[in-house]
């Protein structure tokens, strides 16, 4: 890392040096500017702070006082202009400079009274990473209430039930926890953070298990997957970007693709909207305004929503608000800022239920927090230099959860320290001996005042998690240009730091009514931990990347090709190169595009920094007997601790690969991409050969004369779960998008996109089977082994969506016919070897033992060997498969303006499928559900 760092710092410093001394020749630049105005009634009216790049040669400039604008240095030749301003209609076009230019510009509002208004998403430029951008418009049009419900946008995307009820997260060509971890999301060029929740109970007991709801303490987003989408409103985001391909070596901590959020800033209208459908409401507000001369722009908003699970269940609910302000200036020349404040709140909860007397089940998930961020460009222009960007971003987030019900069927042993090997009795700093005098009993000073426990068959319980994240980030990237000819290079070179962490209280019970035992795990246990005790993980990365054209002719080679490199702690770093390329085969018509690269997502908190893993073993257990007196019952354990750690955890990476084709006809656009991906060292919780501990259980009883006498000693195995990187996925498949342009004659425009994927998973750990965990001592037995992966997981899917948009300009008038199919969707497993064992780990030393190979090939075989306690109860079939008829679903989304001050819009979904029909080989039978079902909604908004 010292190399490559220092490597970097000193390609930076020659080239500042080389900067410095050199200067482009006057000949060989133009000057650009004008004046930028704004549309008001009849009238144009100059505006400030209006956004003007040129992107290809990495340079960006402001609007001043008189909408005016200068760029100096320009190099010479054709490059794309654009111009941003918040509610307006951004502008992109291509320009020819040769000498000294002033170009002027009017900006129009983004509203639905403009000719080709945008309601869906729109595809990349060729030569970048493959994406997908979506805009303020088709927003609103589709009345999204979270970030989540624009995702149906993308090519294979498709229209959800439009409730917060659960946690959504994202999932970019693929499915999955990992899949959803490995998306980043990054908002005003800071990521939105998961790497540091720990809401959940004891994953190294509970394996994956601990990602139930159960298990999440009331609900919220998952710690093993990514952020919950349901906590990021979109009335306060301009665009979004959502990168499915290739991103540029600037972006880290990532496996499957980010998307990328660009929230309001400047002056703009004040907004009121308010949307209802039958389960979600919601309202906001929202204006910009200058501050006066030179004092910049302030951008304000707020909404609050609230969801109902079910019309029959309103004691389920989701509840959230969230406010911003934005304050935006031109600190000095060419210095450009945006500063932040963003609080959001949410209540994912489960009141007591009226119906549930007999458990009294309850639950919320409250969380609140706050994110500075400040982010800005410096326009230098010197030299090569042409800009250094920065971004600093902190946020702060409490969440506090808690779930309770009645715990049912228990009788269980509970012990109040944590402290490996610790022995106590139910009377508190008491020692108890046998008959020889042995001390049955052992504890040290800080457990002399705790007791065992032995747990009723039922008991009420509640346990609390107060988990308090904290995430850092802060970046820096500096553009170089330099124009040779005909070739132009431009190159990003910079740095990002990140740090993650909870200062929580965390996990909190009474230890007379804990969490109720994970029944999968012999002698498992729980304990309170406090999350402020968990160091913070730290991420450094260090990037730079050449962005490459070449004009030949008419035709044009654009390659972008970088390195990344990232270190985290603990599991050290990891070097990801990355390139993309385009080639215009046909000028303005036609290009080809392809691109490879490695990902890596550094590993969570979690699984960093997991818990210990309890267990309890009874020793004694007179509670309850009628021949002994009540006050003078024992009940005696023994507490084993283990470290669930794993030293060796690797990196996850993904390797990514597609190539695609562009084509231009007139107005019609058509572009289809080919990819593969493969992730490799996927984060998984499971058991080890290292995670089998053995123990002496020793079990006492009391002689004819009333002494303790030792009744049995048995070794036993201690397992639990412990984090590795046994999960691989293979993602393959199309994407293609096609726009057929706009019918003048008939107002209406066609688009079609869809996707075919195929997704391949393996968890490549071994699988251990352990048949009498839940018997007596003297009744376990060995632990079987068999071999590791045996189950290849599948799923595929082909769909389209057809969108047919018909809009009058002069009255403000779209309406959008949506068509989504999926065509096929189906999910399937093909197990190997998994009813004949490859071995068995020993109940006296927890060593291995793998038998010959060859040595069974049939179950009778293990049978005829006396080894039937290895042998699995339920088998499974060669290959499970459950498909899935067709899945329809049509959207109309209706939105008019009426008068320059309000618009209504509206949609009404009506999905239809059936639930899935499951065959084998050993079990042909099916089961198919019709299930259709309709949504409608309205949304209400007024601008002043």
């Given at each position: 890392m ?9 390609i ?11 200067q ?13 105005f ?5 009238d ?7 956004v003007i ?13 008189g ?6 240095g ?6 794309r202009?654009?111009i ?30 403009i ?5 869906t998403?729109?595809?990349s430029?060729?030569?970048q ?11 609103d049009?589709?009345?999204?209430t979270?970030?989540n ?6 090519p294979?995307?498709?229209?959800t ?5 659960a ?10 926890n990992?899949?959803s971890?490995g ?7 800071a ?29 919220g987003?998952?710690?093993m ?11 306060n985001?301009e ?17 499957s693709?980010?998307i ?10 004040l907004?009121?909207?308010?949307k ?33 699970n ?24 060419h ?9 959001h ?7 007591l ?47 506090q ?16 320290t944590t ?10 700093g008491?020692?108890?001996f046998?008959?020889?005098g ?9 457990d ?17 998690i ?5 995430n850092v980030?802060a ?43 994970e029944?999968?795990?012999a002698?498992?246990?729980f ?20 962005n ?18 990232d270190h ?7 070097v990801s ?9 046909i000028?303005n018509?036609?290009w080809i595009?392809?691109?490879?690269g ?24 007179e ?16 507490t ?27 107005q ?31 079990e ?5 004369d009333?002494k303790?006498?030792?009744a ?11 984090p ?9 498949g ?17 688009s079609?996109?869809?996707s ?6 393996n ?5 251990f089977?352990?048949p ?18 045996t ?10 969506a ?7 300009p ?38 291995p033992?793998?038998f ?21 109860n ?8 459950e ?15 009426i008068?320059?001050?309000m618009?209504v ?32 909604g309205?949304?209400l908004?007024?601008?002043?």
């Open positions: 010292k190399k490559l760092f220092s490597l970097l710092i000193a930076a410093f020659s080239v500042l040096t080389v900067t410095a001394q050199h482009h020749a006057h000949h060989n630049t133009v000057k650009l500017s004008g004046t930028i704004e549309r008001e009634n009849s144009s009216v100059p505006l400030e702070y209006a790049a040129l992107p290809d040669y990495g340079m960006s400039t402001a609007s001043r006082i909408g005016y604008y200068e760029f100096s320009v190099p010479k030749g054709k490059t202009l654009t941003t301003y918040v509610g307006k209609l951004p502008v992109e076009q291509t320009v020819n400079l040769t000498a000294n230019t002033v170009l002027d510009f009017t900006l129009e509002n983004e509203n639905f009274r000719k080709e208004v945008t309601v998403a729109q595809a430029q060729a030569g990473s493959t994406s997908s951008i979506i805009g303020r418009t088709a927003m049009h589709m009345q999204a979270s970030l419900d624009v995702m149906s946008l993308l294979g995307g498709l229209t039930e439009p409730n917060l009820s946690a959504k997260t994202a999932n970019i060509r693929g499915s999955g990992m899949n971890l998306t980043a999301i990054i908002r005003d060029g990521p939105v953070s998961n790497n540091a929740n720990l809401q959940t109970l004891n994953p190294t007991i509970q394996g994956t298990n601990a990602a139930n709801s159960t298990s999440l303490v009331g609900g987003s998952n710690p997957s990514g952020s919950d989408l349901r906590s990021i409103s979109t009335d985001i665009s979004i970007e959502v990168i499915r391909g290739i991103p540029s070596v600037e972006h880290g901590d990532l496996t693709g980010a990328i959020i660009n929230t309001k800033a400047g002056r703009e209208p907004r009121i909207t308010a209802a459908n039958p389960k979600v409401y919601m309202g906001s507000i929202g204006t910009g305004f200058l501050l006066g001369e030179n004092r910049g722009a302030l951008n304000v908003n707020a909404d609050y929503t609230h969801n109902t079910d019309p029959i269940e309103s004691y389920r609910t989701y509840q959230r608000l969230s406010a911003r302000v934005m304050y935006s200036k031109e600190l000095w020349k210095l450009r800022s945006n500063t932040s404040f963003n609080f709140y949410g209540n994912d909860s489960r009141s239920n009226p119906d549930d007397e007999d458990y009294k089940r309850a639950s919320r998930s409250e969380e609140y927090g706050f994110t500075l961020n400040t982010n800005g460009t410096w326009d230098i222009n010197k030299g090569w230099l042409k800009s250094l960007r920065y971004v600093v971003s902190g946020t702060y987030t409490s969440k959860s808690f779930y309770q019900s009645m715990m049912t069927s228990n009788n269980t042993p509970y012990s109040m402290t490996d090997g610790t022995i106590l009795s139910n009377f508190a008491q020692d108890i046998d008959a020889d042995n001390k049955i009993t052992d504890f040290g000073d800080i002399r005042d705790k007791y065992t426990y032995k747990l009723p068959a039922n008991y009420f319980a509640r346990y609390d107060d988990s308090r994240e904290v980030f970046k820096l990237v500096g553009t170089l240009f330099k124009q040779t000819g005909m070739i132009n290079n431009r190159i990003l070179f910079g740095a990002d730091f990140r740090t993650d962490g909870n200062v929580g209280h965390g996990k909190t019970f009474d230890p007379t009514a804990p969490p109720q035992r029944v999968t795990s002698n498992g246990s304990r309170p931990r406090d999350y402020s005790d968990i160091p913070f993980i730290n991420q450094v990365g260090v990037f730079a990347e050449e490459f054209s070449w004009q030949l002719g008419l035709r044009e080679l654009r390659l972008q090709a970088g390195v990344r490199y985290a702690s603990k599991v050290g770093g990891i190169p990355r390139f993309n390329g385009s080639f215009e085969l000028p018509k036609l595009r392809g691109g490879y490695v990902t890596a997502k550094m590993p969570t908190l979690l699984y960093l920094h997991p818990e210990q893993a309890y267990f309890e073993y009874k020793n004694l257990d509670i309850g007997s009628s021949k002994i007196p009540e006050d003078e019952q024992l009940f005696i354990t023994t084993k601790v283990y470290d669930a750690s794993n030293r060796n955890l690797k990196i996850a990476t993904n390797r990514k690969a597609e190539a695609g084709i562009d084509m231009k006809l007139g019609m656009t058509f572009s289809v991409t080919a990819f593969r991906e493969r992730l490799k060292n996927g984060y998984s919780l499971n058991k080890t050969f290292d995670t089998f501990m053995p123990f002496m259980w020793n006492y009883k009391r002689n004819s009333g303790l006498e030792l049995s000693s048995n070794s036993v195995l201690s397992s639990w779960y412990t590795d990187n046994c999960m691989s996925y293979i993602s393959k199309i994407e293609f998008d096609f726009n057929f342009g706009r019918i003048e004659k008939i107002n209406t425009s066609i079609l996109n869809g075919y994927i195929r997704n391949k998973s968890n490549g750990a071994y699988t089977y352990e009498n965990n839940d018997k007596t001592a003297a009744k376990r037995t060995d632990v079987a082994i068999y071999a590791p992966g189950l290849d997981s599948y799923s595929e899917r082909f769909s389209t057809l969108r047919v948009t018909h809009n009058l002069s009255i403000g008038f779209v309406v959008t016919l949506t068509a989504q199919t999926v065509w096929k969707d189906a999910d399937w497993g093909k197990y190997g070897n998994d009813s004949i064992p490859i071995g068995y780990i020993s109940l006296k030393d927890a060593k033992t793998f010959e190979e060859g040595r069974f090939n049939t179950i009778q075989d293990v049978k005829d060997a006396e080894l039937n306690h290895l042998l699995k339920t088998l499974h079939p060669m290959e499970i498969k498909s899935y008829s067709p899945y329809f679903c049509f959207n109309i989304n209706v939105t008019k303006e008068g320059d001050m618009r819009s509206f949609f009404a979904n009506n999905m239809f499928r059936s639930y899935p029909r499951r065959e084998s080989k050993r079990n042909p039978g099916s089961f198919v559900l019709l299930n259709n079902r309709f949504y409608f309205i949304e908004a007024l601008t002043l």
